[in-house]
């Protein structure tokens, strides 16, 4: 489409191109999300990857209060759209070989379909992290 000539016009201009064919050897992680991911990584200096999770509005925050202690839900602070296309890269990869087993094993213990999403999406974005920080290549577990 038009909308990713562009984005891979301006990577390539940015000299990026290399990272982004990186971050797409991660299973479920698409064009779209691995550009969003990369400009993502690129606009802040993180320490580590919680820092990036933090960015992208993905980290949890634990509400307290006398009623309900412990309920956790997403600080949502950041970036919106790329909260949107991790989502759909872990719906992606939840039905990959990779990751099948860590989805199901997630429901297996009781979350439901969308934290079992919001966990797999958090591994992935960490795992993206680690290959843009490291200059690292993607290496598949095999089981």
């Not at 891979?8 to 550009?35: I, M, S």
């Not at 925050?61 to 890269?89: C, F, I, M, Y």
Request: glycine letters at 8%.
């Amino acid at each position: 489409t038009l909308i990713e000539k562009t984005i891979n016009d301006q990577l390539k201009e940015a000299g990026l191109l290399g990272q982004l064919k990186r971050c797409l050897k991660v299973e479920g992680v698409g064009f779209l999300t691995g550009a969003r991911l990369l400009t993502a990584f690129h606009r802040g200096d993180f320490r580590n990857a919680d820092a990036f999770i933090a960015f992208l509005g993905m980290d949890l925050r634990v509400s307290k209060s006398w009623q309900k202690d412990g309920r956790r839900s997403l600080t949502k602070r950041g970036d919106p759209e790329a909260r949107r296309l991790l989502h759909n890269a872990a719906m992606s990869a939840s039905r990959t070989e990779a990751w099948k087993g860590f989805y199901q094993e997630q429901r297996n213990r009781g979350f439901s379909t969308t934290q079992a999403l919001v966990m797999l999406a958090r591994k992935l974005a960490r795992i993206v992290f680690a290959l843009l920080k490291g200059q690292s290549e993607y290496q598949p577990k095999t089981s």
